[in-house]
């Protein structure tokens, strides 16, 4: 028998980076820095020790909203549950106006010449506030919550859209190759191929975005556009605190289950 001669075992160095990847690193995080530092007049950070010298009016506010006043209460969950209802309304629509933008706008399955005009509708619908679709359709539609309903499926949509495109734009090629190869149309390869693989993403988009639109709902009532926020608003304009306090705590309460109904529903469908 022969002695085994000892294996050496060569500690590897640590990862190095070139000097290039350093300065990069230096100009992004320094830029950021540079930009907050510039900002500070712009946002007037400058009068946030007015939270300490105008602390009596804060305490009085603080004590209102410690009272809450829910005699009204039958009144605040009629149109909290308004409010849920546009929510769902305006994701539902939204989701079946996403799905063909989404399709469109995805580069590995459509033509340039489709994507571009697509994108273009996309970045318009995402870019304009939700309470400036909602003014518009106050106009045209009159107020109440079909204003809101349409607001929100726009704005909504645009951003679905987004998201169902990049999903579609990270499938593996593998299953549309392997359909194509049965020679289906390029209808059967989006849904026997595409489809099954963006499904469980594009569905907890959707839940996200109907919790997202919960809230959003409830600042389209400030405008006339139907809801909780509405009731809100008054409340707020005559002072009455305590009924403001008291709506706030019907709205975390709606959200907060509503949060936890979309993860019941992302674990039954995921």
Do not use: C
Request: aromatic share 8%.
């Amino acid at each position: 028998m022969t002695d085994a001669a000892p294996v050496a075992s060569a500690i590897p160095k640590p990862p190095a980076r070139s000097a290039g990847s350093w300065a990069l690193d230096v100009l992004v995080w320094g830029g950021i820095a540079a930009l907050l530092l510039y900002s500070i007049e712009a946002v007037d950070l400058a009068n946030l020790p007015q939270l300490v010298t105008n602390s009596d009016r804060i305490q009085t506010f603080a004590a209102d909203l410690l009272r809450p006043d829910f005699s009204d209460w039958r009144l605040f969950v009629a149109k909290m549950w308004e409010t849920v209802q546009i929510a769902l309304w305006g994701t539902f629509l939204a989701v079946f106006l996403g799905v063909p933008l989404g399709l469109a706008a995805a580069r590995n399955i459509a033509p340039i010449w489709v994507v571009t005009p697509v994108r273009w509708v996309m970045n318009l619908l995402r870019s304009v506030p939700d309470l400036v679709m909602g003014l518009l359709f106050v106009v045209a539609v009159g107020l109440g919550p079909l204003a809101g309903v349409l607001a929100i499926t726009l704005n909504t949509a645009g951003v679905l859209a987004k998201l169902f495109s990049e999903a579609v734009e990270s499938i593996d090629k593998g299953p549309v190759e392997g359909v194509r190869a049965t020679g289906a149309l390029p209808l059967h390869e989006i849904m026997w191929g595409v489809i099954p693989q963006v499904a469980p993403l594009w569905t907890s988009f959707a839940l996200y975005r109907f919790e997202s639109n919960s809230r959003s709902a409830t600042v389209l009532g400030l405008i006339g556009a139907g809801g909780i926020g509405q009731v809100l608003f008054e409340r707020m304009n005559s002072f009455d605190f305590n009924g403001v306090s008291a709506v706030v705590i019907i709205v975390i309460v709606a959200v907060t289950l509503i949060d936890m109904l979309s993860q019941a529903m992302r674990k039954r469908l995921l």
